[in-house]
């Protein structure tokens, strides 16, 4: 029983991690040198899309942005929720992911939750963020376990440290390769969307330099072909909508998948909106949907 519900609570998370971490959300207005400021509607709207689209800009547009996702299992809805948000705070510029499980599902997996931080410095003229803490906390009833990596841009240096029950269990420093930034899952999700690894086309794959541990050194997304979208939909039996095809490849030992493979549907502003993931270790399937979107904002 302790085994499946380790192998439960693992599914649940993985699939708000798959809508969040996996990428993509929409494109906020910013101040333009050349357009000049522009407007925002307050939310996201049901299709994933809003008013004011552009592909690229200062990125500090996302603060006050915040995504929610709702997970459905078997016949169990909202067996668990998401959240990832932008902020800014005196000066400083952050991000979180949580996500929990909730009711039945809550009980049997002793209300796992995630939590993660990402502290960034604003790089390339604004255009990009780049990670200098990242903090990870696993909360499964009294028991927690918390990560933290720092990394030195100056003496190019990663450290990081291993905390469980309050008390030091691990801990290391390995050098930055030149050249070289290690972006997290936050940092990736908001560089990815903002055209810092190269212009989201169909039909493209990036593979981008990520916080290293024993199983996890890159992240690679892929870009559909409309070939691709279509068989998909054929398969699924799925209405023609106007949306993209993503896929994001992960160690599959990292959330202990059959393949390590995330299949996702996007609207065409880059917002994941549905996802489901089959035969997840024999379990079934799992549904997520997005609930609701506000966007980000300059002041």
Known sequence: ??????KLSNYLIILALALIF????????????IAGPQKTSAFISAQGKYSSFIPKGDIRRFAGETLTYDIDFLFFEKAATAKVRFFE???????????????????????????????????????????????????????KERTVHFLDYISRTHFW????????????????????????????FYNFRNGVYGDLKKGTTYKIDT???????????????EEE?????????????????????????????????????????????ETTIKDYLLLGDLHG?????????LK
């Open 229 to 273: 979208e279509e068989q998909l939909r054929i398969d699924e039996n799925r209405a023609k909508n106007d949306e993209m095809l993503l896929k994001v490849q992960i160690p599959k030992d990292v959330f202990k998948t059959e393949t390590g493979e995330l299949v996702f549907w996007a609207s065409n502003h880059y917002i994941p909106l």
């Open 89 to 143: 705070y005196k000066g400083k510029y952050f991000s979180t992911l949580s996500a929990e499980t909730k009711g039945v599902v809550g009980f049997f997996t002793n209300y796992r939750k995630h939590y993660y931080k990402a502290s960034f410095d604003i790089i390339d003229q604004g255009r990009r963020v780049r990670t200098n803490k990242f903090e990870r906390d696993v909360i499964i009833g009294k028991d």
């Open 22 to 33: 996996c990428l993509l959300s929409a494109f906020y207005p910013i101040l333009s040198d």
């Open 289 to 297: 949907k997005l609930t609701s979107g506000i966007p980000g904002k």
């Open 211 to 225: 916080i290293p541990d024993l199983s996890m050194k890159n992240i690679t997304t892929y870009i559909g072909t």
């Open 161 to 188: 440290f291993l905390f469980s029950g309050g008390e030091l269990k691990e801990r290391s420093r390995d050098p930055i390769p030149e050249n070289v930034v290690f972006d997290d899952i936050l940092a990736f």
């Open 1 to 6: 029983m302790t085994r499946q519900r380790a």
